[in-house]
């Protein structure tokens, strides 16, 4: 039997790794030791409480006003010990968080192999999204083994001279994960009848800011002149996020600002959407996936396949940008029909069984 230890400490980590834990855990050949890092302590409870894992570990290393470069380090020496102490055969960290480079170095200093789901993806430029696009692509050289999501992260991979039998093309889990959200039966408050439900979220650490002041504008621009629409803004913990968004955007009759939604009724109400408003990567993959169209308020993506397709559009951060791209959507039926009939699936939500079976026949023999 083989030991896995997987990291994850993020809310986003912890959605789209659930459905894999679930996976490996019904595996005999597998001992799953799961790990969080503690980056997203209570964003990721009520992810962890809904697929009903319990975390084996927290390395609780976040601490207010930690750094980045704190929690880098002190992630590699909690990891480590971590690694050690579970006597890991293998360890699985996803996507390119700071704590997911951290246990993939960690990993590769104890000469640990390193399994990398969600590999491959690349926007280009090393400081957006930052740190993220720097972690990914260190994470990937380090790996042992890259689930890459897409055609286009397998192509990355291999241009940036990654080995092709160490890159395994399976999908993305978060398709898996809406398998287990997704319900037609579902009801909330928030939903009312006769209003176009807008879903909008801001948190990157690089629109922090006059970027955001700039998205937060057009939002309210749009609330004030759409009045057919309701706009439902679950809001990040991060203060320095709620320091742009709650003077902004509060006491606007059809904006809605709340606490994080849980996993299961954010991907309800996002299924539900007339549109989505984002800066969020895993929201482009999902909103993609359900066929709801979206404007991603970033000047680049990574995630380029919705893209590509036309179900997602980037308009960047200024707020005129923003604005005009929102209104064509809301005004333009014709358009809005071509984005939404333009859906693109980051896989068939089987990518956490493809993985299962690769991982028996790479690890045990």
Excluded at 98 to 122: D, M, N, Q
């Amino acid at each position: 039997m083989k030991k896995i230890l997987v990291a994850f400490g993020t809310r986003p980590e912890a959605i789209k790794l659930s459905p894999l834990i679930l996976a490996l855990k019904k595996e005999e050949e597998f001992s799953v030791f799961t790990c969080h890092s503690g980056q997203h302590k209570t964003l990721c409870d009520d992810v962890l409480d809904f697929f009903g894992i319990t975390e084996d570990l927290n390395l609780k290393i976040c601490e207010k006003g930690s750094t980045v470069s704190d929690m880098t380090a002190n992630a590699l020496l909690s990891y480590t010990e971590a690694i050690i102490s579970s006597e890991a055969d293998a360890v699985i960290v996803h996507g390119d968080t700071s704590t997911a480079f951290a246990c993939a170095l960690a990993a590769f200093y104890l000469k640990v192999p390193i399994i990398h789901v969600e590999a491959g993806l690349r926007s280009a430029d090393l400081f957006s999204p930052f740190p993220e696009e720097w972690n990914r692509v260190a994470i990937d050289i380090l790996s042992d083994y890259c689930f890459a999501p897409t055609e286009d992260a397998e192509r990355n991979l291999l241009e940036n001279g990654k080995k092709e039998n160490g890159i395994f093309c399976v999908g993305n889990t978060v398709t898996d994960a809406l398998k287990y959200t997704v319900t037609d039966s579902y009801k909330s408050d928030l939903l009312e009848e006769g209003k176009r439900l807008v879903l909008f979220t801001s948190h990157r650490r690089e629109n922090i800011g006059m970027p955001m002041i700039n998205i937060c504008n057009a939002v309210k621009r749009i609330a004030e002149e759409f009045s057919d629409t309701r706009i439902i803004c679950p809001m990040h913990p991060n203060p320095a996020v709620r320091s742009v968004i709650v003077p902004l955007l509060s006491g606007i009759e059809n904006i809605i600002l709340s606490e994080p939604l849980p996993l299961f009724d954010f991907h309800n109400l996002l299924s539900r959407s007339y549109l989505v408003m984002s800066d969020s990567g895993g929201v482009q993959e999902e909103a993609s996936t359900l066929g709801i169209p979206m404007l991603i308020m970033r000047d680049r993506t990574e995630r380029t396949e919705g893209c590509k397709k036309g179900i997602i559009r980037l308009a960047g951060t200024d707020t005129a940008s923003v604005y005009n791209h929102a209104k064509r959507i809301l005004t333009d039926k014709a358009e809005y029909e071509r984005m939404k009939s333009s859906a693109y699936s980051y896989g068939d939500g089987n990518a956490s069984s493809r993985i299962c079976e690769i991982l028996k026949n790479k690890l045990l023999h």
